[in-house]
């Protein structure tokens, strides 16, 4: 069953210091640098220092110096919040490095992807409220918006309003229509299917499911979708957000897409069902959707999700 009791960090308001880190994939410097600025266009303090930089082939740095660097960010005590600088894939080499940590109190961890690991590890492990949107050189530095950019009313709520819940239009398209009410839980669908078997397996009986990904051929949705069946992860679950899944498209012209792969697995399961919402892997400007928190999702026209209540409390 999914956790009652949850951790929430403190509002990420202006003069709260971020730090930027880089978990999983090597970044480029000029996208760093402009995600940084529009973070501090945004009214934070943004720390960060050359180290997420580092390249060893396709990781930022050694598993042993990602660790370090995350590890000091999820306890140094001057900042609020944690944001990784982008996605890729080295996230897992961390997690047991990680595991003997101790925060003395929960940081607003920002970021999709590989992050999904550090977001499901921060939930196992401490009971962390954690944001699935736009990252540094993924999000950020492409401007509110735009293109390959970020939703800025969502991530101002997400990680600012402390005092009532707040509503979050997604700009999707209802495959099975009704209301549900349960806990966010989720992100990149290659990530879930791999805590499986692992201490930070995905929890999802009595929440709404949020799954999206990229570049995976329908049948491997397909694939992918069916192992969590298998595992017992779709049971219970009381409705699903899809992503829009780009670069996802069929081999051949008439052959099956991933709408339709969605709808043959999930619309059996008689819960709402909300497709194609700019969620981590998109070109439309990302949303920030808060996981963890109690909300509610109505699968009605493009869908909305209420949620309940506040994802951070007052700094």
């Not at 970044?27 to 995600?35: D, N, S």
């Not at 499901?120 to 918006?145: C, D, K, L, Q």
Request: aromatic share 6%.
């Amino acid at each position: 069953m999914i956790r009652e009791e949850i951790c929430r960090p403190k509002a990420l308001v202006p003069g709260s210091a971020v730090r930027i880190v880089a978990p999983a994939g090597p970044v480029e410097e000029a996208k760093l640098r402009r995600g940084a600025a529009e973070l501090e266009r945004l009214g934070f303090r943004v720390e960060w220092n050359e180290a997420v930089l580092a390249r060893e082939g396709y990781f930022a740095g050694a598993a042993e110096h990602r660790a370090r660097e995350v590890g000091r960010a999820l306890i140094e005590p001057r900042t609020t919040g944690v944001i990784a600088a982008r996605g890729g894939y080295g996230t897992g080499y961390l997690l047991e490095s990680l595991d003997a940590l101790e925060p003395a109190r929960p940081k607003a961890i920002v970021g999709y992807s590989d992050v999904t690991l550090l977001q499901g590890f921060a939930w196992h492990r401490w009971g962390w409220v954690t944001f699935y949107g736009p990252m540094a050189a993924a999000g950020f530095e492409a401007g509110p918006g735009r293109t390959n950019g970020y939703d800025e009313r969502s991530f101002r709520l997400a990680v600012t309003e402390s005092t009532s819940g707040w509503s979050l239009p997604l700009a999707g398209e209802t495959i099975v229509e009704g209301n549900a009410e349960g806990r966010i839980v989720g992100g990149c669908l290659t990530l879930l299917r791999s805590l499986i078997g692992t201490d930070w397996e995905p929890e999802t009986e009595g929440t709404i499911l949020l799954v999206e990904d990229l570049n995976m051929k329908p049948y491997q949705v397909d694939r992918a979708l069916m192992h969590l069946k298998l595992a017992g992860k779709l049971d219970g679950v009381r409705g699903f957000v899809l992503g829009d899944f780009p670069g996802c498209e069929p081999p051949a012209d008439d052959g099956p897409t991933v709408r339709d792969v969605v709808r043959r697995l999930l619309e059996p399961l008689g819960v709402p069902v909300v497709w194609g919402v700019p969620v981590g892997h998109t070109h439309r400007p990302v949303l920030t959707v808060p996981l963890g928190v109690r909300a509610r999702l109505e699968a009605r026209g493009a869908g909305l999700v209420e949620i309940l209540e506040p994802a951070v409390v007052a700094a």
